[in-house]
């Protein structure tokens, strides 16, 4: 079953937008996005995993050892820190909103204010 | 729209993406197949540039434009905290009051304050060689800052860690990348390309600009992390919001962290 690691990151996807779309809690939200980005690390992953190697690190390992790609490997460790710095911001934003509204339920935000 | 009809439409996206994703996955190469040759060409130039961690030459030297846009998110996310958390006109700034400390939660804390500093700086300096790096060291050593904070008090924090200082590094070592990458229009070749001596592969002074963009990403990392969560934190101990009272007014509001 080649194809289960790939439906794994889809299926952390589904979760993760599924707990955004039913959340009573901006934090809870918040939160949810963080498991709906996350799947992006296991497709990445995923798709640059090779059978029997290891990491990509010739520190103490001949050059020529069976590694896996270290290019998704860079792609994902940018990914954490956009998605750690972005959930950082999300949650000022939502303190500002508890300040201003006293409520983080995103369905009792319905008002616009100028 | 009401909650039943937002989960049907859900469900109905969920069930098309379900299928979509699935179909493109089948055209996928295999899971764990052995041809990456993406992969392949990165630890070839990696070697050939004398870096033994291929994911470090990857961000600082192959793909190191990138990370210069992937820094200033960073950055722009830091200022962006800073801008919506600081102090509002109608709040005022509390003095913390110091909680009781365990004697051997303070033993501990500062037994491991500066071994886990050392263990940043070590992650950091041996990006080049070993797993980890900038971005990991900068947490590192930003997280183990704090833990002033856990083991002894809010004020010890302060003291350890001026917000003003640290949020002017930050910037610096921001523009420090940036200003690297002048080294190669200077000897004639392109912005950002690794043009220094290349040394001896697997030792500390190898992979010629990948050690120094490595260092100036984990001091901005980690004076990052460290304003953020100042900012955090002073909305939680420090800023006190009117509807609380006015307990701990002051004649004079401090002068602001950050």
Not at chain 1, 74 to 79: P, S
């Amino acid at each position: 079953m080649t194809l289960l690691p790939f439906l794994a990151a889809g299926w952390i996807f589904l979760v993760g937008v599924y707990g955004m779309v039913t959340s009573r809690n901006l934090v809870h939200a918040v939160g949810c996005l963080a498991v709906a980005q996350s799947s992006t690390y296991v497709l990445l992953l995923g798709v640059g995993f090779r059978k029997g190697a290891t990491a990509p690190v010739f520190a103490d390992v001949p050059v020529g050892t069976s590694v896996v790609d270290p290019v998704v490997q860079a792609l994902v460790l940018t990914d954490v820190v956009v998605g750690a710095t972005v959930t950082a911001l999300l949650l000022s934003l939502v303190i500002q909103i508890r300040k201003r509204y006293g409520t983080l339920d995103p369905e009792a935000l319905t008002g616009l204010k100028g | 729209m009401n909650r039943r009809a937002r989960n049907v439409l859900f469900l109905i996206a969920a069930a098309v993406f379900a299928a979509a994703f699935t179909a493109a996955c089948t055209g996928l190469p295999a899971f764990g197949t052995s041809r990456h040759p993406y992969g392949s060409r990165a630890i070839g130039a990696s070697i050939q540039r004398r870096t033994a961690n291929v994911v470090s030459s990857v961000n600082f030297d192959q793909r190191a434009i990138d990370t210069l846009g992937e820094e200033s998110i960073l950055f722009g996310a830091v200022l962006g905290s800073v801008v919506l958390l600081r102090r509002a006109r109608d709040e005022n700034r509390q003095d913390p009051v110091p909680g009781r400390v365990l004697p051997t939660t303070l033993l501990l804390g500062a037994g491991l304050l500066p071994v886990t500093l050392l263990v940043g700086v070590y992650v950091i300096g041996h990006g080049q060689l070993s797993p980890g790096g900038g971005f990991q060291g900068g947490v590192v050593l930003a997280t183990g800052l704090h833990l002033a904070y856990v083991a002894a008090d809010y004020r010890v924090l302060r003291r350890v860690r001026p917000v003003a200082v640290i949020g002017a590094v930050d910037a610096a070592a921001a523009g420090a990348f940036s200003a690297l990458g002048l080294a190669g229009l200077i000897v004639g070749a392109a912005y950002l390309q690794n043009v220094l001596p290349l040394g001896t592969f697997n030792q500390l002074t190898s992979g010629g600009l990948v050690p120094l963009i490595n260092a100036a990403v984990g001091v901005e990392v980690a004076s990052g992390v460290v304003v953020l969560l100042a900012q955090f934190l002073d909305q939680a101990v420090e800023i006190e919001s009117p509807p609380d009272g006015g307990k701990g007014r002051r004649t004079h509001p401090s002068p602001e962290a950050s």
